[in-house]
């Protein structure tokens, strides 16, 4: 069998600055000192290919051929290969890239009769390729998608949760054991989103095969409008907590949910970004917005006592509706780093009743599978459903 392997280079590393998105600002990001996300994920996912591979039992009669550039868009990620599994190059990447080259990539792939395509980025880079298929005719629009997540946002269906997720649900196809569906290509309306609405939406259609384990749906609205009461009994929590403990530093996550929440404490946060809300040095509540992740080493190594111990700090983060992701969709600016200094005990969900039907867990992809581990192995996270109501939510493992 032969997949297809596209990488977008430039995807996902404007998270942790705090970019909304990387379309256009690549180059700004890497003159910041961003490294590649997009490609170490996808070389995590072929690894754990690999590996999966060598342990099926024989159960795949043919050898998987690996079909790509050579360079940092495909061949530069494909680090094990081995009997069963082989890299073969149809073209170099170029010294720079933009969405035209995943244009030409796929379209490349088309032709190389791939049966399918594992690709790294985020929403942006899934447009691209959808496009690129839809332009090849309609028996192309039937290769399936893999997508591994690279990007900041990733709000498609056709994303796998983790990088080893994405392994899973490639060698689950080749073996035959999923069938392919239809899913929905979503992405954030730009145009709205610039007067202030973070609004999701339909680009188009794409196959991807169908784990409701391993891959993530697509993003969903779930707020409605009769939870305004809910939206004030959440806020007026957070109130009571800094009102009982004046040294309490509040890291407020992105998404719809904490925006309105914020409004009834009058707080206006940032809606795709990260804002931290703690005491200063004359003991009046600081609001720094729009935080990016050396900003919130920054903000959290000042608040600790004479002693240099860390005063009390609460992270709170609002599942994303319909994939259940508390962290690693929208806000990588929590990296592993981060996380490690705010400490899972500090982490609070928030969510609305709406939000809450169907969420029978979270998911977490902190992009180090040790960090990963330690969160799946508390098994549970507190999640805050209304005012000094809370309930214990599963986490989901990779």
């Known amino acids: 069998m032969r997949i297809g392997v596209v990488v977008n280079p430039d995807a996902g590393l404007g998270g942790k600055l705090g970019f909304k998105g990387s379309d256009g600002r690549a180059s700004e990001a890497r003159a910041a000192g961003a490294e590649d996300r997009a490609g170490p994920r996808m070389n995590h996912a072929l690894n754990a290919f690999s590996t999966l591979l060598q342990g099926s039992l024989n159960r795949t009669e043919s050898n998987i051929t690996l079909v790509g550039w050579e360079g940092r868009m495909g061949g530069t990620w494909v680090s094990e290969q081995n009997d069963k599994l082989s890299f073969e190059p149809i073209g170099t990447t170029p010294e720079t890239t933009a969405d035209s080259d995943t244009h030409d990539l796929v379209c490349a792939l088309v032709k190389a009769e791939v049966e399918a395509i594992l690709y790294a980025g985020g929403d942006g880079t899934t447009r691209d390729i959808v496009n690129a298929l839809e332009s090849m005719g309609a028996k192309a629009q039937e290769v399936p998608l893999i997508g591994v997540p690279g990007g900041v946002k990733m ?89 009982d403990n004046p040294d309490l530093m509040i890291v407020w996550g992105s998404g719809g949910t904490l925006r309105r929440m914020g409004e009834h404490v009058n707080l206006e946060l940032t809606l795709l970004g990260i804002d931290a809300q703690g005491p200063d040095i004359d003991g009046q509540r600081t609001l720094y917005a729009d935080l990016n992740e050396q900003d919130l080493l920054s903000v959290l190594a000042k608040h600790v006592d004479e002693n240099g111990a860390p005063k009390p700090r609460l992270l709170l983060l609002s599942p994303m509706g319909g994939q259940g992701f508390l ?63 809370t309930r214990l939510i599963r986490i989901e493992e990779a």
Not at 192 to 208: D, L, N, P, S
Not at 336 to 365: C, H, M, S, W, Y
């Open 155 to 243: 709000h498609s269906g056709c994303f796998a949760t983790t990088p080893k997720a994405a392994a899973e649900v490639a060698l689950s196809f080749i073996l035959g054991d999923l069938r392919c569906a239809i899913t929905e290509v979503m992405d954030l309306d730009e145009d709205v989103y610039q007067e202030g609405v973070w609004k999701v939406r339909m680009y188009g259609e794409a196959w991807t095969p169908s784990s409701p384990r391993f891959m993530q749906g697509a993003k969903e609205q779930v707020e409605r409008s009769s939870e305004v009461d809910t939206i004030e009994g959440l806020a007026h929590h957070v109130q009571t907590l800094l009102e």
């Open 327 to 389: 962290i690693g969709r929208g806000n990588l600016q929590l990296s592993p780093e981060v996380l490690r200094v705010i400490e899972f005990e500090n982490i609070l969900g928030v969510a609305t009743p709406a939000k809450l039907i169907g969420l029978q867990a979270v998911r977490i992809d902190t992009g180090d599978p040790e960090l990963d581990s330690e969160f799946q192995a508390k098994r549970f996270v507190k999640i805050l459903q209304g005012f000094r109501t």
